[in-house]
């Protein structure tokens, strides 16, 4: 099972980024899918969560800037990121849950300047 993150960059805060879970050698499309970001010297918080009936849930940070979604026939899950602001700096990582099952990406880098 893998899960890979891509997307991540450099950006000016009001710009954007769209981010992506690919996931491997698991019934994605069953899945729950969760983004969560850490910022140096904090904790990992959530950001947003995709389930397998296409429900979706935003932290209050990024609501109406941020857009998740998924696509089961490529076992992608699309966070589409807008009107960034530099405390959206973070790695993020892409979660993929099933009950007790869950699995991470390695992390993509968002940093987003004045």
């Known amino acids: 099972v893998r899960l890979v993150e891509s997307g991540g960059g450099l950006v000016q805060a009001g710009g954007s980024l769209r981010l992506s879970c690919v996931g491997s050698?698991?019934?994605?499309?069953?899945?729950?899918i969760t983004w969560f970001r850490q910022a140096p010297g904090k904790e990992r918080e959530f950001v947003a969560s995709?389930?397998?009936?296409?429900?979706?849930y935003y932290h209050d940070s990024v609501k109406g800037r941020f857009t998740l979604s998924r696509d089961n026939a490529k076992n992608t899950a699309n966070l589409q990121m807008n009107s960034l602001r530099p405390e959206d700096t973070a790695v993020y990582y892409c979660?993929?849950?099933?009950?007790?099952?869950?699995?991470w990406g390695q992390g993509t880098q968002v940093t987003v300047s004045v």
């Open positions: 050698g698991m019934p994605f499309s069953k899945y729950g």
């Open positions: 995709i389930y397998a009936s296409y429900n979706t």
């Open positions: 979660n993929a849950r099933l009950s007790n099952d869950q699995y």
